[in-house]
């Protein structure tokens, strides 16, 4: 999961490198990349040394450290997790250039808005050639709880009432459709905490392994009217009120009440009777 603005900035100092790239703020959830794409393209032939340095700035002192790491096409040629400094050395040969990738891995157990400032700059031939700025931050999760059919509202409750009484488990909100039977919608930061947060709550099964896009669930957060799916024509039970069990046909529907007005068969006189759409179900669709 990755959120960006795309922008372009060519940097063009006065040495003899001209660097250009993606320079854009990122937000990625925990344990995903921030990737930022930049080329550097010599202004004559012949062969160069390059360095790159880096320095990197994160929000706070207690943030988690992400792991960062400079690539090419086929190499990388520096990464944090190698406890090395930041700063890297190549030759470039040719008008060519040379494609380079920023990468940065935000930690598993990152809280939201955990942060990270990224400057880079280009040396060649002992000039400086240019600098950018790169900066990421994390975002929530969408991820999903598996449940025991018809148990997902007593599964939100029992991982809710974890969430009231163990402190900060990283999760924001949750979700049961009345619609999607044995899953459970979290939004939450830390995976593993979120899956450690769901052992033991009863007919919980687990996560489902990887992420899913906000995208995918919109449609169960905006919920459909009452009326939604039924016709005029329609055969319909009533499933509450006083004529709970009759069958009935729809004589007509007003959306903006969400009410249906059906005709008993089973009535001696037919009486227009007007109910909720909530209170029947279609047995068959008019033709």
């Known amino acids: 999961m990755n959120g960006q603005e795309s922008t372009i900035y060519p940097q063009s100092g006065n040495g003899p490198i001209t660097l250009s790239g993606e320079s854009n703020a ?3 959830t925990a344990g995903s990349k921030a990737v930022w794409k930049l080329v550097l393209k010599p202004r004559q032939t012949g062969k160069m040394r390059v360095r790159v340095l880096l320095n990197i700035v994160y929000g706070s002192e207690d943030s988690p450290e992400w792991d960062i790491s400079i690539n090419d096409n086929s190499n990388k040629l520096w990464e944090s997790a190698k406890l090395t400094p ?7 040969e040719g008008l ?20 990270v400032k990224i400057n880079m700059k280009v040396f060649a031939e002992g000039m400086e050639c240019g600098n ?41 909100a949750m979700l049961a459709p009345g619609k999607l039977e044995g899953y459970v919608f979290m939004e939450a930061m830390n995976t593993d905490l979120v899956r450690e947060t ?34 005029v024509g329609d055969v319909v039970e009533l499933v509450a009120g006083p004529f709970k069990g009759e069958k009935a046909r729809v004589q007509k529907i007003d959306e903006s009440k969400e009410e249906i007005t059906v005709e008993l068969f089973e009535a001696t006189v037919p009486i227009p009777v007007t109910v909720r759409g909530d209170s029947v179900r279609v ?5």
Do not use: W
């Open 198 to 231: 769901c052992r033991g709550v009863r007919k919980a099964k687990g996560l489902v392994e990887g992420e899913t896009q906000l995208s995918e669930i919109e449609h169960f957060l905006t919920p459909k009217p009452l009326v939604s799916g039924i016709s």
């Open 132 to 172: 950018m700025d790169f900066y990421a931050n994390t975002m929530q999760s969408i991820l999903i709880l598996k449940t025991s059919i018809g148990h997902e509202r007593a599964v939100v409750d029992g991982v809710a009432g974890k969430v009231k009484t163990g402190g900060d488990k990283g999760i924001f």
């Open 96 to 115: 060519g250039g040379k494609e380079l990738r920023i990468e940065a891995e935000a930690p598993r157990g990152a809280r939201l808005d955990d942060d």
């Open 26 to 28: 990122q937000r990625v």
């Open 86 to 92: 930041p700063d890297v050395e190549f030759n470039i």
């Open 283 to 287: 047995l068959e669709k008019e033709r």
